[in-house]
């Protein structure tokens, strides 16, 4: 075969091959659109998608569940699932090293095994009279502020000069000047504080290492949100071990982060019978809009369970602790709890308590306040909880 034969043939090959793929190319050229950016305000682009698809699948008001305890039953073990690997449990073995009169009530430095993993230095207050008295478990806030944590509820002790100041500056600005569980001492109730990890007597990490701290969790099997479930967990079983202490009138009470961890804990342990949240509430989806907290990372680790939102949003959660007491009070001028997102999950929840005929078991209230835990949110709380747990 000549050269000139071969070159016809060459240009014969090509001229067809070029004829097979214009109409692709023609195609490719007309559609050209494409996401040219995957993140905007630190979200994917596709989250309004996202959340178009969920459904929560494993919600009671879905439908799906005629009987409620077997319901409650499999949302507390996905619960668990979604909380990560539980740390090693160990015994107590509880020392009292401080000891200080308030008058009223004893306040004591009480150090204890809250996980074999962590020894942890608390602080217990105890009204004087005969037991067994009503308790509290008070649950710190996160504030960005982690010198101190369980001092955020409980006053320090008067050695402690520096923390004591600290602490009470702390108060000032969100708890009009009172420590809730002093507070709380003075009306006959047992009061216990922990540290959770990276806070008070447990910090070392600052606001930014919050990522690190979540991400070396998740390399060791566990998750920074399930570790502060399960050592609220513990914190309940220890309360409730104290001879002084009625284990069945033990509350849960916490501001902010507290709030959340209040919820949460009552849905998780029979050991909570009722809790009181200060503003932390809202629907899961609510809550994921550009600049709000949980779209930011750090803090929002501390409230992010792996793999829930597949199955249960925040008041599904909470509902969970149904038809226990619950009192929820949340800020309409707080910005971190858009006021749309906070009636939603309002909602959602009185639907679930209204299903059991508990209806009166759960009180909601907007207030017209910030981000903040007022005295009048707190003697509105204190009253309520006397209600349940003071015997009459």
């Not at 109409?23 to 559609?31: G, H, R």
């Not at 993993?117 to 982690?146: M, N, T, W």
Request: aromatic share 12%; charged share 20%.
């Amino acid at each position: 075969m000549s050269i000139y034969h071969r070159f016809l043939i060459y240009i014969f090959l090509v001229f067809n091959i070029l004829n097979f793929l214009q109409p692709n190319l023609k195609s490719q050229i007309k559609d050209s659109s494409f996401q040219k950016s995957g993140i905007s305000s630190k979200l994917p682009v596709f989250i309004e998608n996202q959340i178009k698809q969920m459904n929560y699948s494993l919600s009671w008001l879905n439908g799906n569940w005629n009987n409620f305890d077997r319901w409650k039953n499999e949302a507390r073990n996905v619960l668990i699932k979604c909380l990560l690997r539980q740390p090693p449990s160990a015994p107590f073995n509880p020392v009292i090293i401080s000891e200080e009169d308030r008058k009223t009530y004893t306040a004591k430095k009480v150090v204890f095994n809250l996980t074999a993993d962590s020894r942890v230095l608390s602080y217990l207050l105890i009204p004087k009279g005969k037991g067994p008295f009503p308790a509290v478990l008070l649950l710190h806030d996160h504030g960005a502020r982690f010198d101190i944590g369980k001092e955020k509820v409980i006053e320090p002790f008067v050695s402690d000069i520096a923390l004591r100041d600290t602490a009470r500056k702390w108060v000032e600005k969100f708890y009009d000047g009172r420590f809730l569980g002093d507070e709380l001492a003075r009306r006959g109730y047992v009061c216990l504080a922990i540290d959770v990890l990276n806070w008070g007597n447990r910090a070392g990490g600052s606001y930014e290492d919050q990522q690190a701290i979540a991400a070396n969790l998740l390399n060791l099997g566990m998750s920074y949100a399930g570790l502060i479930a399960w050592e609220d967990i513990a914190s309940a079983e220890f309360l409730a071990s104290l001879d002084f202490v009625d284990s069945n009138r033990i509350a849960a009470m916490g501001f902010s982060f507290g709030g959340f961890r209040s919820w949460q804990l009552a849905a998780l342990s029979e050991r909570i019978s009722c809790s009181v949240s200060f503003c932390w509430m809202g629907t899961n989806h609510g809550l994921l809009k550009p600049g709000n907290n949980r779209t930011l990372g750090y803090s929002a680790f501390t409230t992010t369970h792996p793999d829930l939102a597949n199955y249960l949003d925040f008041p599904d959660v909470a509902s969970i602790a149904c038809p226990k007491p619950m009192l929820f009070i949340n800020g309409k001028e707080d910005k971190l709890f858009p006021i749309e997102t906070v009636k939603e999950a309002f909602e959602k929840m009185q639907l679930i308590w209204k299903s059991q005929a508990a209806s009166e078991h759960l009180k909601t209230e907007l207030w017209d306040v910030r981000h903040l835990c007022t005295s009048e949110m707190q003697e509105y709380a204190f009253q309520w909880l006397d209600k349940y747990l003071k015997v009459k």
